[in-house]
């Protein structure tokens, strides 16, 4: 089981991945803040963050550098979940180097399982079942 940190501004947002990273059978922590989650990474760095782009008072690039730079090789691997276009995230942090990949918003589950377990580098087998 991973530790996954999310972090998005839309509470809705960060509530669906949530849940869709528990029933993937990993571990779930999240905030809206971006400076909180540099904190939450610091204090227990995660396997995964999954990162919104465009959020208040830190972008998810500014974010990503921070962790890079302040955590090394605790740096969590990065996937953007954002309706900002990949090649525009990808240029933004290409300094700091690659992300471990980008999942567009509004975001399918299909392929947010597989992203999730690409970068984790562990098949997730089966479906997520959908909330009832």
């Not at 922590?29 to 008072?57: I, K, N, Y």
């Not at 500014?62 to 995230?89: N, Q």
């Not at 992203?115 to 089966?126: E, I």
Request: charged share 25%.
């Amino acid at each position: 089981m991973a530790r996954v940190l999310i972090v998005d501004d839309t509470d809705i947002v960060r509530r669906a991945l949530e849940i869709a990273v528990r029933r993937m059978g990993h571990a779930a922590v999240s905030t809206s803040s971006p400076g909180d989650a540099l904190q939450m990474a610091r204090d227990e760095p995660p396997d995964l963050a999954l990162v919104d782009f465009r959020m208040p008072g830190m972008t998810g690039a500014e974010l990503f550098r921070s962790m890079r730079a302040e955590l090394g090789d605790r740096c969590p691997k990065v996937l953007f979940v954002s309706a900002t276009p990949a090649d525009e995230i990808a240029r933004m942090v290409a300094p700091d180097g690659p992300p471990a990949g980008y999942v567009r918003k509004p975001f399918c589950l299909d392929e947010l399982v597989r992203k999730v377990g690409d970068a984790l580098g562990a098949a997730v087998r089966g479906p997520v079942q959908a909330a009832g």
